[in-house]
T-cell receptor
Framework: AQKITQTQPGMFVQEKEAVTLDCTYD???????LFWYKQPSSGEMIFLIY??????QNATEGRYSLNFQKARKSANLVISASQLGDSAMYFC??????????????FGKGTKLSVKP | KAGVTQTPRYLIKTRGQQVTLSCSPI?????VSWYQQTPGQGLQFLFE???????NKGNFPGRFSGRQFSNSRSEMNVSTLELGDSALYLC?????????????FGSGTRLTVV
């Protein structure tokens, strides 16, 4: 079974509007971290935001916020006021055993976001 | 500060050959992780190194190997290349192992096997 599911292969959004990118996850580990990365066409993975499984409040970083619904095992990324430079691939990822000294990232398949002027 | 540097950026190899990719982490970062990205399988973890020791390894055949030097620079090697090894290989560095909050990725090495 997939541990990270991103059901939207591609999304379009109008410039200056908000957009939500979906991510659901599957783990039985009580301690985990959830992450979103942006990958522009240059290939570099850019860290956007993270949420720990024990965090009580949803994470926010500038125009990015993470809508964390633990019971539903979802961690959707919300981008407010979209900009043309937001056009890129977006990946949701999870690290189990968060806080331990080991643990790689497990990535979803990604969502390609296109911002229209 | 300088970012994570991966060399070369692009590489074309023939089936059966071997290849070595290099990753120089951010100064002061001692942990280096490698990921393979393909259209079919997506992003998959290869290995993680810290203080010249492999701390964690993904589910890849023994043809994939790596190492880390005393200056934290890391190399990965793929022997007996197959067409399916064509991928973007991403390296990430962090201060400590296993903390993706601190991951900084390089721009990757795009390997094409013909």
């Amino acid at each position: 079974a997939q541990k990270i599911t991103q059901t939207q292969p591609g999304m379009f959004v109008q410039e200056k509007e908000a957009v939500t990118l979906d991510c659901t996850y599957d783990t039985s580990d009580p301690s985990y971290g959830l992450f979103w990365y942006k990958q522009p066409s240059s290939g570099e993975m850019i860290f956007l935001i993270y949420q720990g499984s024990y965090d009580q409040q949803n994470a926010t970083e500038g125009r990015y916020s993470l809508n964390f619904q633990k019971a539903r095992k979802s961690a959707n990324l919300v981008i407010s006021a979209s900009q043309l430079g937001d056009s890129a691939m977006y990946f949701c990822a999870m690290r189990e055993n968060y806080g331990g000294s080991q643990g790689n990232l497990i990535f979803g398949k990604g969502t390609k976001l296109s911002v229209k002027p | 500060k300088a970012g994570v540097t991966q060399t070369p950026r692009y590489l074309i190899k023939t089936r059966g050959q071997q290849v070595t990719l290099s990753c120089s982490p951010i100064s002061g970062h001692r942990s280096v992780s490698w990921y393979q990205q393909t259209p079919g399988q997506g992003l998959q973890f290869l290995f993680e190194y810290f203080s010249e020791t492999q701390r964690n390894k993904g589910n890849f055949p023994g043809r994939f190997s790596g190492r880390q030097f005393s200056n934290s620079r890391s190399e990965m090697n793929v022997s007996t290349l197959e067409l399916g090894d064509s991928a973007l290989y991403l390296c990430a560095s962090s201060l400590s192992p296993g903390d993706p909050r601190g991951y900084t990725f390089g721009s990757g090495t795009r390997l094409t096997v013909v």
